[in-house]
């Protein structure tokens, strides 16, 4: 039987089943399958079968089919006796084709991270690790997400991040591009940080590894960051030279680490623009620098096609030629599987074991346009005329910002205006370059429930 297949410890061939709920699908009925993972977005499947495999060809169309839309769908891949793979998504479509009385229904769906995109969302955070941020976002989800934040290549706390107007899964993504940290599915558990698989998966090619190419390039490696600091008023630089990277291991890109040396000789000076409102300053910059080293550093990739259903994104890989010479180890960051009821087989992208993904792009941040807030403190520890404000979307939740900085028409030490307003009162605040994270005072404003009590017909009071 079928059954008896699923068990055989020395069939080295794939088989593939299906079940909702606990129980069988499509048992009995024929159907291909391809499941999409890729780093940074979300996972989906595709499913194709004959209509009838669900619905009666005589009855009304979808009758039986329907019910199956949210369902929750585990994918189970099997080789020599065992469950090698298991992928659980949520079906999101279903696509029925009927043409001469026959028809082909097509089951697409996505993993549990599309429940993240349940609509717009603007709320802020301070005082809190990446992990801690996760965390609090995933608190408002069923546990089936699965979170798990491990091995962050960003400990530090981060003073203030906003998310503005954008869904739960947009500001996940935004933070692991802006932070440089891994997030995937991994086929049970959404994945934020350098977490990789329990084991290396080997992959011999004359075996299961069918083909593979590989390529490496040039990019420059150094550069300067200069940056500001806000609470000393002094400017701060570092160099990528002094940035503390893990050790490469892999001979090929070390090869072409070298050879960009070799090609690439100017050290450019980029302007860092930092959050600018806590005394971290020199440690964000340190720590911005050391990411686009390692982000500069990526420079090879291997893709590759294989037939060992155990693959999937954020394992490791090892391939051996086929004299069994190493070819290296790789981390898989993107991988499409492919079964058609009687052959499985798989394509995938993969990087060497690297902290900071491909993807890296310290200047991705939350934008934010003018907007009025109210004032909740003004009595600066420092003595910077600063001031915390609350905009209305903080209201629900108390959160407020840190202190920002005022516009004055004149200051310095000890001296120019000292004008600084009421709790209470509202404001207009700015956002330099758009970034919610960087708000700043423009000046105060009148309302309708807070006027000045000095208006004339004729404008002919000054006060």
Same mark, same amino acid.
């Not at 585990?74 to 998504?89: D, P």
């Not at 097509?106 to 599309?114: D, L, M, R, V």
């Not at 590894?209 to 960051?225: G, W």
């Given at each position: 039987t079928f059954k008896d297949y699923l068990t055989d410890k020395s069939d080295f061939l794939v088989y593939c089943t299906l079940s909702i709920e606990g129980k069988d699908f499509l048992e009995k009925s024929h159907?291909?399958?391809a499941f999409h993972q890729k780093t940074n977005d979300h996972d989906s499947f595709t499913l194709d079968t004959r209509a009838d495999s669900l619905d009666n060809e005589e009855a009304?169309?979808?009758?039986?089919?329907?019910?199956?839309?949210? #369902?929750?769908?585990?994918?189970?891949?099997? !080789?020599?006796?065992?469950?090698?793979?298991?992928?659980?998504?949520?079906i999101t479509h279903l696509n029925l084709l009927k043409k001469d009385g026959y028809g082909r229904?097509?089951? $697409?769906?996505?993993?549990? $991270?599309?429940m993240l995109e349940q609509g717009l969302e603007s709320q802020s955070f301070e005082n809190k690790t990446l992990g801690e941020i996760a965390q609090q976002i995933a608190t408002d989800y069923p546990k089936t997400l699965n979170l798990i934040t491990q091995n962050n290549n960003t400990q530090h706390v981060l003073p203030y991040t906003v998310q503005y107007n954008q869904t739960d899964y947009q500001f996940l993504k935004q933070l692991a591009i802006r932070y440089g940290e891994y997030l995937y599915y991994n086929g049970q558990s959404l994945v934020l940080g350098n977490k990789v698989?329990?084991?290396?998966?080997?992959?011999?090619?004359?075996? /299961?590894?069918?083909?593979?190419?590989?390529?490496?390039?040039? #990019?420059? %490696? %150094?550069?300067?960051?200069?940056?500001? /600091?806000?609470?000393?008023?002094s400017t701060l630089q570092r160099d990528s030279a002094s940035a503390q990277l893990q050790n490469k291991f892999n001979p090929y890109q070390v090869t072409a680490i070298n050879a960009s040396k070799d090609v690439f000789h100017k050290k450019p000076n980029k302007h860092y623009n930092p959050t600018g409102i806590n005394n971290k300053t020199d440690r964000e910059l340190q720590e911005a620098v050391r990411k686009q080293k390692e982000h500069r550093e990526n420079l090879m990739i291997v893709k590759g096609k294989s037939k060992d259903p155990e693959l999937k994104q954020g394992v490791l890989t090892k391939l051996i030629d086929i004299n069994d010479r190493p070819m290296e180890t790789y981390r898989i960051i993107e991988i499409n599987h492919f079964h058609n009821g009687k052959d499985y087989y798989n394509e995938f992208v993969g990087?060497?074991?690297? +902290? $900071?993904?491909?993807?890296?792009?310290?200047?991705?941040?939350?934008?934010?346009?003018?907007? $009025?807030? !109210?004032?909740?403190?003004?009595?600066?520890?420092?003595?910077?005329? !600063?001031?915390?404000?609350?905009?209305? +979307?903080?209201?629900?939740?108390?959160?407020?910002?840190? +202190?920002?900085?005022?516009?004055?028409?004149?200051?310095?030490?000890? #001296?120019?205006?000292?004008?600084?307003?009421?709790?209470?009162?509202?404001?207009?605040?700015?956002f330099e370059n758009g970034n919610a994270e960087k708000p700043f005072v423009l000046g105060t404003h009148y309302n309708g429930s807070e006027t000045s009590g000095y208006h004339t017909p004729g404008n002919d009071l000054k006060v």
């Open positions: 159907f291909n399958l009304y169309i979808m009758e039986n089919s329907k019910s199956y839309l949210g #369902k929750t769908l585990q994918i189970h891949l099997h !080789r020599f006796g065992e469950i090698k793979q298991t992928f659980t998504g949520i229904l097509y089951i $697409t769906g996505h993993a549990p $991270t599309i698989g329990p084991k290396i998966i080997q992959l011999e090619e004359g075996a /299961d590894l069918v083909h593979a190419s590989f390529e490496i390039s040039v #990019k420059p %490696q %150094q550069f300067t960051y200069t940056s500001y /600091d806000v609470e000393s008023g990087i060497p074991d690297m +902290w $900071t993904p491909p993807y890296f792009d310290d200047n991705i941040h939350s934008n934010c346009e003018e907007q $009025t807030a !109210r004032v909740v403190d003004n009595n600066d520890p420092m003595g910077m005329g !600063r001031v915390r404000v609350q905009f209305p +979307w903080q209201e629900k939740k108390n959160q407020k910002t840190p +202190w920002i900085r005022l516009i004055q028409p004149h200051s310095g030490a000890g #001296k120019g205006f000292h004008f600084i307003p009421e709790i209470g009162e509202e404001v207009l605040v700015g």
